[in-house]
């Protein structure tokens, strides 16, 4: 799977400016905006109509870039992320008061994935950090699989909309609990 080199940087400088846009994953499209960034993060949900108290995810293509949520783990907690990742497993791993209230919502643990898709790796390089990154539709409608989809439901209120085709799985990631090792949404 290939990707423009110029639609990276052009993503990149669009999350650093404050902007949402949609890019492709493993499974669906995506939102994405810089995490730190309220007001961003404030548009992206209000174009979801997705509550602030259920959380956001957090994705890079690089693990070390989540190295404050992994720096309280055990090693074989460290272990049990680094043998699904990159892919489509998103963990949820205790925060300790590391993250904004914003990304957390009403939990205790954030959620992490490490991607494997290449160009939402290569974003996250770019970038030079994790985005958030929460499937490209309207809450209770299916996720856009297609970047034609995500032009209908979103039409031009998002800053950029590219990056390829998405990884081709079928469900979206998995989510994991790192704690109890509960499976809360089983993956393909």
């Known amino acids: 799977m290939t990707y423009s080199p110029f639609a990276v940087a052009q993503a990149a400088r669009t999350l650093a400016a404050g902007g949402v846009i949609a890019h492709p994953t493993e499974s669906v499209w995506g939102l994405a905006c810089d995490p730190y960034n309220l007001q961003a993060v404030r548009?992206?949900?209000r174009l979801k109509r997705r509550p602030l108290d259920k959380g956001l995810i957090l994705v890079s293509g690089e693990i070390d870039r989540f190295g404050d949520f992994l720096a309280a783990l055990s090693d074989d907690q460290r272990r049990q992320l680094?043998?699904?990742w990159p892919g489509p497993v998103t963990w949820l791993v205790p925060h300790f008061n590391r993250i904004p209230y914003?990304?957390?919502g009403a939990h205790t643990s954030v959620a992490l994935r490490c991607t494997s898709h290449p160009f939402t790796a290569a974003l996250t390089h770019a970038f030079g950090g994790a985005i958030v990154s929460t499937s490209a539709n309207p809450m209770g409608c299916q996720p856009a699989r297609e970047k034609h989809q995500v032009l209908r439901y979103f039409g031009d209120a998002l800053d950029f909309v590219g990056?390829?085709?998405?990884?081709?799985?079928g469900a979206p990631s998995e989510i994991r609990d790192l704690l109890s090792g509960k499976i809360m949404r089983p993956g393909a």
């Open 43 to 45: 548009r992206l949900l």
């Open 82 to 84: 680094r043998d699904t």
């Open 102 to 104: 914003w990304i957390c």
């Open 163 to 169: 990056g390829g085709a998405t990884g081709g799985r």
